[in-house]
């Protein structure tokens, strides 16, 4: 009898599996049947697989448990990332490759938010779908006596004992948090994101490729706290091990985007550090970016980018993406990612096959040289060894005379010049004997003709703004490296370039350019040089200018950026403060101090500038012939006291762009105007969007939001 009473209850048991099983097949392909008439013809390259409606679940039929095995499972579709592919925005701590915007229909109705029968939106081409789902609720059962499960049941359905049920409930569950953070939050707080997380270990490819997916979609977006929970699950770990042992390319693009959305938070970028480092340099950067394929991992080439960077471009985008992000957090993390064996090699020979390829303006060259921005961040204080780079103030302002004239924005020589030491434009860099490699390639004289390329040659503000940010960065402080590189980017037309871009319309890229010039007049030669053609450009960029020339709407930290580097060219050349006066500079800084309405670091800089003006004895007649009274030079330029720095300057740092708030950690100051004096040390730049930084913010608002679960697609964080 007992027996008997077992055997009953395991029937119905199976049988209650069964009708929970039917039901979610059911469901999900109810929505597929509802995507097939009213959704766009997918893109060649989604690669859709779209069930058959003849191999669907029948109304009513109940197979034993045995059968279920065999039902074809629900294949997911690419939906658009969801994820936070970031690399790292400016006001936001998220940033990714999709547009932000908010769905068209409301699928959180009161009472049945979980019932909506409406179209799942396809990825569209390089960003997340913006298709919005139908708000239509199903209210009531559906036609034969079904209904759709609730959000609790199919939760449920994730522990049970059957991969094809766990596996189609992971799977509508990417379907429900697709662009809703509701669902989002009630999957966490009913405890479905350990039982996904667990489904990565399943070795089941439908059970552990629906669980990422879903995780992909839970983990993009603003809330941090499902970020948290995934790596409270050690969620980091088990997408590692997955990616370890898979080779199958979507479910690599998926594990790739999922890491890059949970690197938007910081709680989270040390655990993908410690636990995820190596396994992306070592199964994605490395053998698909064609680096071990090249000679020396110097140069890429047309024939050697192409087929790499097209079959892998999404997982390695999402890795750079990832890293981009992480690389942001602190001295620590940078270290290791320097310090990672055949990372840079592979950063640098993407960028250089991409260069070669005349493609330098996609999301993957964008996410890698903000990255080399990020690593090349304090490379002179940070690297192994950095004391013998290290060199007195003298021997780096002093390379070229301040009487040598020949100037990089003329092929022309100046009159008088015809005798003038054509080497003395030139500076003597010695060959090393041994190949760079690993992070010694960030410094190497090599890295100036890839940025100056990509400054040429790009139309992408955000790959403008790093290559900036990373000449100012490795132009900082006073090594031998940044005097090699400050002289190599006069050779190489650097200066006319970065000079031109300050009349770019997008303000960040201005920034940049502002305080890559500010660091490369360090160099004496190339402070002459800024101080003839570049004071115009900086002048333009300052408040105030007429009713012919209409003023630039740009930020406060891009007004003190240019005040900046305007003291730093004046500091020592007449010359130049004569050019000032011409290009109506005098006026633009006198009506900043007066002005009310500017902040007090932008009086403070103006007034920086007049007093180094006025300090020129020459030209004070001239000044008050101009109807100018001494005393509108004088300021009060008492620095605030938490801005004072020993050296008297300000530290500018430029890493992977990410968020305003965060700049009260302390992680990455911002340009402070602190002195009388001229700052006698350069500065750098972080790439930290999402952070206030002046690392790499230069992410537009609508790269500020991430993707959602795609099988086809990326990342954006600034």
Same mark, same amino acid.
């Given at each position: ?32 049947? +509802? ?291 992480? @690389? ?47 690593? @090349? ?16 103030? +003298? ?33 003597? #860099? ?133 005040? @900046? ?92 762009? #990410? ?50 679960? @795609? ?8």
């Amino acid at each position: 009898k007992s027996d008997s009473s077992f055997t009953a209850s395991l029937l119905a048991s199976v049988r209650e599996q069964e009708r929970q099983f039917e039901m979610l097949s059911r469901a999900l392909e109810e929505e597929r049947r +509802s995507c097939a008439g009213t959704l766009p013809r997918p893109l060649p390259n989604m690669q859709l697989e779209l069930m058959d409606t003849n191999l669907c679940v029948q109304v009513g039929r109940m197979g034993s448990a045995m059968e279920l095995s065999s039902i074809p499972r629900f294949v997911p579709e690419p939906y658009g990332l969801e994820d936070d592919q970031r690399s790292i925005g400016y006001d936001e701590p998220d940033y990714g490759m999709g547009h932000p915007g908010t769905l068209d229909g409301d699928m959180s109705g009161p009472g049945d938010m979980y019932f909506w029968g409406g179209g799942a939106p396809l990825a569209q081409g390089e960003r997340g779908s913006m298709a919005s789902l139908d708000s239509t609720l199903r209210k009531g059962p559906g036609p034969g006596g079904w209904r759709q499960p609730e959000l609790p049941e199919v939760i449920a359905m994730l522990n049970y004992r059957l991969d094809p049920v766990r596996s189609n409930a992971a799977a509508y569950l990417q379907h429900l948090t697709y662009k809703n953070d509701k669902v989002k939050s009630d999957v966490r707080r009913l405890k479905g994101i350990p039982a996904l997380v667990s489904m990565l270990d399943n070795p089941n490819k439908e059970v552990h490729y629906s669980a990422c997916g879903a995780l992909k979609n839970i983990s993009y977006g603003k809330d941090p706290d499902n970020k948290i929970a995934i790596k409270n699950c050690d969620g980091v770990p088990a997408l590692v091990r997955l990616l370890r042992k898979t080779h199958d390319q979507d479910l690599t693009d998926t594990i790739t985007g999922t890491l890059w959305n949970l690197s938007s938070h910081d709680a989270v970028k040390m655990e993908i550090v410690d636990h995820a480092l190596h396994a992306l340099s070592d199964e994605v950067m490395v053998p698909h970016s064609g680096w071990e394929r090249g000679s020396n991992g110097a140069g890429g080439g047309e024939e050697n980018c192409k087929p790499r960077h097209l079959e892998w471009e999404m997982a390695l985008t999402n890795t750079a993406g990832c890293l981009r992000n992480v @690389s942001s957090e602190r001295s620590e993390a940078r270290r290791k990612l320097r310090e990672c064996t055949g990372l840079v090699d592979s950063l640098m020979y993407i960028v250089q096959s991409q260069i070669d390829c005349k493609d330098v303006d996609n999301k993957l060259i964008e996410n890698c040289v903000c990255l080399l921005r990020n690593l @090349s961040y304090q490379v002179h204080r940070e690297i192994p060894g950095c004391e013998r780079y290290q060199e007195t103030t +003298s021997i780096s302002q002093s390379h070229g005379s301040s009487s040598q004239k020949g100037s990089c924005f003329s092929s022309r020589k100046s009159k008088g010049r015809k005798d003038e030491d054509p080497a003395a434009d030139t500076v003597d #860099i010695p060959k090393r004997t041994i190949p760079a490699k690993g992070y010694e390639l960030l410094y190497q004289p090599e890295v100036v003709r890839i940025y100056t390329s990509l400054l040429k040659e790009s139309k992408n503000p955000t790959v403008l703004e790093a290559s900036a940010g990373a000449v100012q960065n490795l132009c900082a402080g006073h090594w031998t490296y940044g005097r090699y590189i400050r002289a190599l980017l006069r050779q190489e037309k650097g200066l006319p370039m970065m000079t031109e871009l300050l009349a770019h319309g997008n303000d960040r890229v201005v920034r940049a350019m502002s305080g890559a010039l500010r660091n490369l007049a360090i160099d004496a030669r190339n402070r002459d040089l800024l101080g003839k053609h570049a004071v115009p450009h900086l002048v333009a960029n300052l408040p105030g200018g007429g009713q012919s020339q209409p003023v630039r709407a740009l930020s406060e930290e891009t007004v003190v950026s240019v005040l @900046s580097t305007l003291h730093e060219v004046l500091g020592s050349s007449l010359e130049a403060a004569k050019t000032l006066r011409a290009s109506q500079g005098i006026e633009r800084l006198v009506l900043i101090n007066k002005d009310g309405n500017r902040s007090e670091r932008e009086v403070r800089g103006a007034g920086l500038v007049l007093q180094t003006v006025w300090g020129y004895k020459e030209l004070r007649r001239t000044l008050e012939k101009d109807g100018w009274k001494k005393t509108d030079f004088m300021v009060n330029l008492n620095p605030p006291s938490n801005t004072t720095r020993a050296n008297g300057g300000y530290e500018d740092s430029t890493l992977p762009l #990410i968020d305003k708030g965060q700049e009260s950690k302390g992680k990455t100051p911002e340009a402070k105007m602190c002195s009388y004096k001229r700052p006698n040390d350069a500065y750098s730049t972080l790439d930290q969007r999402g952070r206030k930084n002046t690392l790499d913010n230069t992410l537009e608002p609508a790269d500020k939001d991430a993707v959602q679960v @795609s099988t086809s697609h990326t990342h954006y964080y600034i």
